[in-house]
């Protein structure tokens, strides 16, 4: 088995779960929100922000007793079943995936609305984005942690500058709201997934110096912060621009905080723009880095072929997966489809909370519980086809895993007759 060496301090992490969470979701998530919900999109937060809260409990006390990678995967074996422990994989492999082509994507709308381009190149260039990050991955965790640092900062600077200067912009009549439960859920929904970076964290167990003090330090440290600027984010986004034109500007162009600075009496807009795109390498860079943990602990496994117990083979498969999801062109869908499968992820992840003894646990049970019913209850508020969808996605899995199992027991030994 190949080890992972621990060199990621608290630091670190808190910028590795920062570079996951501060991309995708502010500058293309909210503007998809918006356009189910308006100005209600400032509740959804807030509700997503509180289910992610559950959560981050649940995967905190979870990584730091048993800090390896894998995150949900290995804990749904351990505390579960095999059955849940592959669920969970699975549907970790299926949601960042599509989170991570959604990043590529939305990078590159950014990049072509900036530099004037037809809208023709977004699929070749979004697939040599993937290239150039799957290669950083190769080089060592070292090496992306300092990118992601460097990522960090500027998107924090971009969205500071942002809000400052959209503050005095905010019309009231933006923010009147008026809408039906079932959009408010559906766009909490569609938030949640914003929130959910902070599983990186967990999936670098390996890689973490103190992980049973740094992890949990990390990742309640990495959602306080990315709560407090979604939610001024927001507010200054749909109170400047207006929800109808915000959801407009992300179907049309895929870059509406730009659009929306635009309007400011400080012309930012270049720089909100070049803070989009390093928002977005960095959700990319550490969504490979997680997702190619999960790939080796289901290689070791056995639940994924035995070659992707190799981190290089890892780290090259999971950028092939999502340069062909990436393939689809649509932010929209892999957005959509990704807030399905993630919370069917975080419900695994709250079930194996609920299973922890007394002294493993950190936190209270009724967490978890609370973690556990508004994940299922958020997952079935997506639109039935992206839900069914997500189902027949776990059924293939399912069922790849059933085949996998019953080979391995047919090859097992019998013993002496």
Same mark, same amino acid.
Request: proline share 4%; glycine share 10%.
């Given at each position: 088995?190949?080890?992972?060496?621990?060199?990621?301090?608290?630091?670190?992490?808190?910028?590795?779960?920062?570079?996951?969470?501060?991309?995708?979701?502010?500058?293309?998530?909210?503007?998809?929100?918006?356009?189910?919900?308006?100005?209600?999109?400032?509740?959804?937060?807030?509700?997503? +922000?509180?289910?992610?809260?559950?959560?981050?409990?649940?995967?905190?006390?979870?990584?730091?007793?048993?800090?390896?990678?894998?995150?949900?995967?290995?804990?749904?074996?351990?505390?579960?079943?095999?059955?849940?422990?592959?669920?969970?994989?699975?549907?970790?492999?299926?949601?960042?995936?599509?989170? +991570?082509?959604?990043?590529?994507?939305?990078?590159?709308?950014?990049?072509?609305?900036?530099?004037?381009?037809?809208?023709?190149?977004?699929?070749?260039?979004?697939?040599?984005?993937?290239?150039?990050?799957?290669?950083?991955?190769?080089?060592?965790?070292?090496?992306?942690?300092?990118?992601?640092?460097?990522?960090?900062?500027?998107?924090?600077?971009?969205?500071?500058?942002?809000?400052?200067?959209?503050?005095?912009?905010?019309?009231?009549?933006?923010?009147?709201?008026?809408?039906?439960?079932?959009?408010?859920?559906?766009?909490?929904?569609?938030?949640?997934?914003?929130?959910?970076?902070?599983?990186?964290?967990?999936?670098?167990?390996?890689?973490?110096?103190?992980?049973?003090?740094?992890?949990?330090?990390?990742?309640?440290?990495?959602?306080?912060?990315?709560?407090?600027?979604?939610?001024?984010?927001?507010?200054?986004?749909?109170?400047?621009?207006?929800?109808?034109?915000?959801?407009?500007?992300?179907?049309?162009?895929?870059?509406?905080?730009?659009?929306?600075?635009?309007?400011?009496?400080?012309?930012?807009?270049?720089?909100?723009?070049?803070?989009?795109?390093?928002?977005?390498?960095?959700?990319?860079?550490?969504?490979?880095?997680?997702?190619?943990?999960?790939?080796?602990?289901?290689?070791?496994?056995?639940?994924?072929?035995?070659?992707?117990?190799?981190?290089?083979?890892?780290?090259?498969?999971?950028?092939?997966?999502?340069?062909?999801?990436?393939?689809?062109?649509?932010?929209?869908?892999?957005?959509?489809?990704?807030?399905?499968?993630?919370?069917?992820?975080?419900?695994?992840?709250?079930?194996?909370?609920?299973?922890?003894?007394?002294?493993?646990?950190?936190?209270?049970?009724?967490?978890?519980?609370?973690?556990?019913?508004?994940?299922?209850?958020?997952?079935?508020?997506?639109?039935?086809?992206?839900?069914?969808?997500?189902?027949?996605?776990?059924?293939?899995?399912?069922?790849?895993?059933?085949?996998?199992?019953?080979?391995?027991?047919?090859?097992?030994?019998?013993?002496?007759?």
């Amino acid at each position: 088995m190949q080890p992972l060496t621990r060199e990621i301090g608290t630091l670190g992490a808190t910028m590795m779960g920062l570079g996951s969470i501060v991309g995708t979701g502010v500058f293309v998530g909210i503007g998809i929100a918006a356009g189910v919900a308006g100005p209600a999109v400032v509740i959804a937060i807030a509700l997503a +922000a509180a289910v992610a809260t559950c959560n981050a409990l649940s995967s905190a006390q979870l990584a730091a007793n048993h800090p390896v990678s894998g995150g949900t995967y290995e804990y749904g074996y351990r505390w579960l079943n095999p059955t849940l422990g592959f669920s969970a994989g699975w549907m970790f492999l299926c949601a960042k995936s599509a989170s +991570a082509a959604t990043a590529a994507l939305g990078f590159t709308g950014y990049l072509l609305n900036m530099t004037g381009q037809e809208s023709g190149w977004l699929v070749p260039v979004a697939i040599s984005v993937v290239v150039v990050l799957t290669a950083i991955v190769l080089a060592g965790v070292r090496l992306s942690n300092q990118v992601n640092i460097v990522i960090v900062s500027i998107t924090l600077f971009a969205l500071a500058s942002f809000v400052a200067v959209g503050s005095g912009q905010i019309s009231t009549a933006n923010l009147a709201m008026d809408f039906e439960p079932a959009s408010l859920m559906n766009a909490t929904a569609l938030m949640f997934v914003a929130f959910t970076g902070y599983g990186r964290i967990a999936t670098l167990g390996e890689e973490v110096v103190e992980p049973r003090r740094t992890i949990p330090r990390a990742i309640i440290t990495t959602l306080v912060v990315s709560m407090v600027l979604y939610l001024a984010v927001a507010v200054v986004a749909i109170g400047s621009l207006g929800a109808p034109a915000l959801a407009a500007a992300t179907n049309q162009q895929a870059a509406p905080l730009e659009i929306a600075a635009r309007s400011f009496p400080l012309r930012i807009h270049s720089l909100i723009a070049i803070g989009a795109m390093t928002a977005m390498l960095g959700v990319l860079l550490n969504l490979i880095l997680g997702l190619s943990r999960v790939v080796l602990a289901m290689g070791r496994r056995g639940d994924l072929p035995q070659s992707t117990s190799n981190l290089r083979i890892a780290v090259i498969v999971v950028g092939l997966v999502i340069g062909s999801l990436v393939a689809i062109g649509s932010i929209k869908t892999t957005w959509s489809f990704s807030a399905f499968t993630v919370l069917i992820y975080y419900a695994v992840t709250n079930l194996a909370a609920i299973q922890l003894a007394d002294d493993e646990r950190l936190y209270r049970r009724w967490w978890a519980w609370a973690g556990l019913i508004a994940c299922l209850a958020l997952g079935f508020a997506i639109e039935p086809s992206v839900w069914a969808t997500g189902l027949g996605v776990l059924a293939v899995g399912l069922v790849w895993h059933w085949i996998r199992q019953s080979k391995h027991r047919t090859q097992r030994p019998t013993g002496p007759a």
